[in-house]
């Protein structure tokens, strides 16, 4: 796929994945309940059992009557299910409607001052209680948990104070900070538990509250052995996504977090200003509020899928281009680490290669209330290799690393194409908007991928002249990738986002294009 300039004799290419197909498969349903309004709507596998999360829930009666509300919820959907179907956890029977019908709520002995399946520490508790609903502090899910195993998983969870009626409406809503929440699954019923207070302070980018992977140690930190990990977090600031890691066994201790500075392509231990708009400072400019970065076994690179603030209900997405280095590096070459491609642990690779640009993968149908939110995928479903090799116990067969089919109701392995061909998404649609009288529930689409067309024409450089900071910032936004891109600093050269000269002596196309960088980014450009 690609698309012609305004100049004659110029090509702009433009790799992108090719969606093959969508299809909207409707609300989650909670049959246990009588009737749950909640958001969020984030999972993961663990203990062959895929783990639902939520933030705010509402339980109600057959009359609209309020049974029961806290700030988080959790569900299990098992292999056999209905995709479309989970069951709730701490769901009890309440009592009777006038009609002598049953109801039934989650947490329901629980108000919003105890807050739900993840738990306060005793302050949070008390201060819930006096406020009564008042005021409160909330643990909003808010991003996929990460395996560390196949029983076990993490995610950062934000804390935020609610104030129902500030004086300043800007401030009914302030983070407080990242808590770290461990969870397994027992056939009990998933299990949540905080790791301390905060890990990362509110005044600091929400690291872990967009996405997080786990990786092998650095290649170039021979210090380090094999069994260790190094987490990748990646947080959304104003102007774009900045990009943390830290040592696993170190992910509580927020003064061993070092930050990635796109301008050197090195991590450094100076974190982000989450108000910069130097976009040659921001890991990935543009805008997002919710999504996801996995690893995806059939394109064999990793995926961004996200929504944006523009509160349009699409789905938009980039992969990770192997065939675009940012820099000269002896293991990180085009066509991945070594040139053989990248396996789930390579997480490096996010400060190796450059993000394709923006694109649109799916616009969700929204509801009556307004606009969709909360847009999450769901990478378990409909593939088998979920989960990194290493993390399945050493006594497993290496042909037996593979976790159970999810989502045989609608899609069966054999017809599937490949893991990962088809990817399940999830947002939260306003079925009624408002703050106090709003009604949410959970929709579900899967989306069939193609492939990455629109190879571009001739070899990349293994040596690219592109800079850190225009490859790996992306794709700035308002701009087109036609658009050429600075380099940074005085030694600045352009160069187009996967494009292929038919005549190269072209020297007027040349300089219209030159100028046209020139006013678009006030960068000065040496010929």
């Not at 895929?50 to 292999?79: H, K, R």
């Not at 934000?158 to 104030?163: E, G, I, N």
């Not at 209900?313 to 065939?323: E, H, V």
Request: charged residues 15%; negative net charge; proline residues 6%.
């Amino acid at each position: 796929m690609y698309t012609n300039s305004i100049a004659s004799g110029v090509h702009i290419f433009r790799r992108m994945i090719s969606v093959k197909s969508t299809t909207f498969l409707g609300p989650q349903l909670t049959p246990d309940v009588t009737n749950v309004s909640r958001d969020g709507g984030y999972s993961a596998l663990i203990n062959d059992n895929i783990v639902w999360l939520y933030d705010d829930t509402e339980c109600m009666g057959y009359a609209g009557n309020q049974l029961s509300f806290v700030s988080n919820t959790a569900a299990v959907a098992s292999p056999n299910q209905n995709i479309s179907t989970v069951e709730d956890f701490g769901v009890v029977m309440v009592g009777n409607d006038n009609h002598g019908r049953k109801e039934y709520a989650i947490l329901a002995n629980d108000t919003v001052g105890t807050g739900g399946w993840i738990p306060f520490q005793p302050d949070e508790l008390q201060f819930n209680n006096k406020m009564k609903g008042r005021e409160r502090v909330a643990i909003w899910p808010g991003t996929s948990p990460t395996p560390i195993s196949t029983t076990q998983a993490f995610m950062y969870a934000p804390l935020v104070y609610v104030d129902y009626q500030p004086q300043d409406p800007s401030k009914e809503y302030q983070a407080r900070g990242m808590t770290l929440v461990t969870i397994t699954a027992p056939n009990s019923g998933p299990i949540a538990a905080r790791e301390g207070d905060l890990v990362i302070p509110g005044t600091e980018i929400a690291f872990g509250g967009f996405a997080t992977l786990l990786g092998f140690t650095s290649t170039t930190d021979l210090s380090r052995g094999n069994d260790t990990r190094d987490v990748y977090l990646l947080g959304a600031a104003n102007n774009g996504l900045q990009l943390a890691r830290v040592d696993l066994d170190n992910v509580e201790s927020y003064t061993d977090y070092s930050y990635f500075d796109p301008r050197n392509l090195q991590f450094s231990e100076i974190s982000p200003d989450p108000n910069i708009s130097d976009y040659t400072q921001i890991y990935l400019p543009g805008t997002f509020t919710s999504g996801s970065v996995f690893y995806s076994p059939y394109f064999s690179t990793y995926l961004m899928i996200y929504l944006n603030r523009m509160a349009d209900s699409t789905f938009y997405g980039r992969f990770l281009d192997l065939n675009q280095p940012l820099a000269p590096d002896p293991v990180w070459i085009v066509g991945g680490k070594d040139g053989e491609g990248i396996v789930q642990e390579d997480a490096e690779a996010l400060v190796k290669y450059a993000w394709s640009p923006e694109q649109t993968l799916y616009a969700s149908p929204p509801g009556k209330g307004g606009f969709n939110y909360a847009g999450t995928a769901h990478p378990e479903y409909f593939n088998r290799q979920y989960f990194a090799e290493s993390l399945y116990s050493e006594s497993t067969p290496s042909d037996q690393r593979l976790n159970a089919w999810y989502g045989s109701a609608i899609l069966l392995e054999d017809d599937a194409g490949g893991d990962g061909r088809h990817l399940l998404l999830s947002w939260t649609s306003q079925l009624q908007g408002g703050m106090d009288n709003g009604v949410y529930q959970i929709c579900l689409a899967k989306v069939e991928f193609d492939s990455i067309s629109g190879e571009s024409t001739g070899t990349p450089s293994s040596t690219p002249s592109v800079s850190a900071a225009a490859t790996s910032g992306g794709q700035q936004p308002g701009k087109t990738p036609e658009n050429m891109i600075p380099n940074v600093g005085n030694r600045i050269a352009t160069v187009f986002e996967y494009c292929a000269w038919e005549d190269s002596c072209i020297l007027d196309v040349v300089s219209y294009l030159l100028l046209s960088v020139m006013v678009a980014t006030g960068a000065s450009l040496l010929l």
